[in-house]
C-alpha cells in the first residue's frame, strides 16, 4: 500500500506539466517508428510492431481521444525503400488484462500481447490526406480502460503494425480532451516497455528516454539494437553524473549492466542518446531495460519524479 501511494503521488507530481504528445517534449525524440514486416531488421526494427500504454486518472471521467500524427506510410516524413508499398495498421485496446495480461509487459509481439477489449482499428498504407497531419481515434470513455490500483487510474493500449512492405513509418500520439485539437488530461501519462524510434539527424540535438526504478531493483540490463555505433548512449541519474554504456553494431543487440544505487530507487533513469561524428542519418534504434528478475521496466514520457538531477557535491572556487 505504502508503494502504491509512493507511485501515485510521485506520478501525480510528474504529470503536472500536463504535455502529453508521445514522445514527450524532454524526449526529444523525433518520431516513433515502425518499419513493415517485409523490411530487413538492419534497417533498425527488430519485430515490426510497437505498444504503448495511456494512463487516465480515476478523477477524469469525459470522452478523450486518441490522436495520431502522419499514420500513414509514405510522404517526407516516413523512410522509402524502393517504393512505398507499406501498410500499419494501429488497434486500440481497454478492458480487463490490458495491462495486467503478462504478454502485454513484454518487449516482443508474442503470446497475448493483443490483450483486453479492441475498441478500434485503422489501417493506413501511402495515403496523402494523412501525410505530416493528425487522424483521431475516439471518443472513448474511460471507464472501459483497465483500472489499476497502483496508478490510480484506467489504462489503454495502443499497438502499431507494420503488416506489410518493407518501408519505415515514422509517426507520434497524442492523448487529448478534443478530436481536433491537441488539448492534455491533467494527471495523465504514457508508457512503454519498449522505444523504437528515430534519432536526429543533428549533432546537437540529445534525445532521452526515463525508466523508472521501483523499488527491490538491484541491477539494470540495457539492450540496444542497431545502435549503428551513432554515437553514445549515457546514463544520468541522481546518483550518476555520467557512465557511457555498450552501443550495438548494424542489425545486432548490444548489452550492458548496472547496479542500482541506494539514491536511485523510486527515481527515474535519464538515458541520453549523444550522436557522434560523423553523422550517421536516419538512424534507427530499439531500447528496452529489464531488472535483475528479467521484468521489462517501462519507460514514462512523462518521467516518474520529474527528469532526474545529479545530487551529488558541487565543489565551488572562491573568485580572485
Known amino acids: 500500500m505504502i508503494k502504491q501511494l509512493y507511485i501515485f503521488i510521485l506520478l501525480t507530481i510528474s504529470a503536472l506539466g500536463l504535455s502529453q504528445p508521445v514522445p514527450n517534449v524532454e524526449e526529444n525524440i523525433p518520431f516513433l517508428m515502425t518499419f513493415g514486416v517485409g523490411a530487413g531488421t538492419s534497417w533498425g526494427d527488430d519485430d515490426f510492431s510497437q505498444a504503448f500504454f495511456f494512463l487516465i486518472p480515476e478523477e477524469y471521467d469525459e470522452p478523450f481521444f486518441i490522436r495520431v500524427f502522419d499514420p500513414d506510410t509514405g510522404g517526407k516524413i516516413d523512410e522509402i525503400a ?20 503478462e504478454a502485454a509487459q513484454e518487449t516482443s509481439p508474442v503470446g497475448n500481447y ?58 507520434r500520439y497524442y492523448l487529448s480532451t478534443n478530436a481536433d485539437e491537441n488539448r492534455p488530461i491533467e494527471g495523465a501519462n504514457a508508457f512503454a ?97 529489464r531488472n535483475q528478475y528479467g521484468d521489462a521496466m517501462p519507460f514514462f514520457t512523462i518521467p516518474i519524479g520529474g527528469v532526474p538531477k545529479y545530487r551529488g557535491e558541487v565543489e565551488f572556487v572562491p573568485i580572485d
Open 82 to 101: 524502393g517504393e512505398f508499398d507499406t501498410r500499419s495498421v494501429y488497434e486500440i485496446f481497454g478492458g480487463e488484462g490490458v495491462w495486467t495480461e
Open 114 to 171: 493483443k490483450s483486453g477489449t479492441l475498441l478500434a482499428s485503422r489501417a493506413f498504407a501511402q495515403n496523402p490526406r494523412y501525410d505530416n497531419g493528425w487522424y483521431t481515434f475516439g471518443p472513448f470513455n474511460p471507464a472501459q480502460g483497465e483500472y489499476v490500483e497502483m496508478y490510480k487510474g484506467r489504462i489503454f493500449k495502443i499497438i502499431c503494425e507494420g503488416v506489410s512492405g518493407d518501408d519505415g513509418n515514422m509517426y
Open 193 to 289: 516497455y519498449e522505444y523504437s524510434f528515430r534519432m536526429h539527424n543533428d549533432y546537437e540535438e540529445v534525445s532521452h528516454i526515463y525508466p523508472y526504478v521501483e523499488e527491490g531493483t538491484i541491477s539494470v540490463k540495457i539492450s540496444n539494437f542497431d545502435w549503428d555505433y551513432d554515437g553514445n548512449i549515457v546514463v544520468i541519474s541522481v546518483a550518476r553524473q555520467g557512465r557511457e554504456v555498450r552501443v550495438s553494431g548494424e542489425d545486432v543487440w548490444g548489452e550492458d549492466e548496472l547496479r542500482v544505487q541506494e539514491e536511485e530507487i523510486g527515481t527515474s533513469f535519464d538515458f541520453r542518446f549523444v550522436k557522434a561524428r560523423p553523422l550517421v542519418r536516419n538512424n534507427n534504434v530499439v531500447v528496452n531495460v
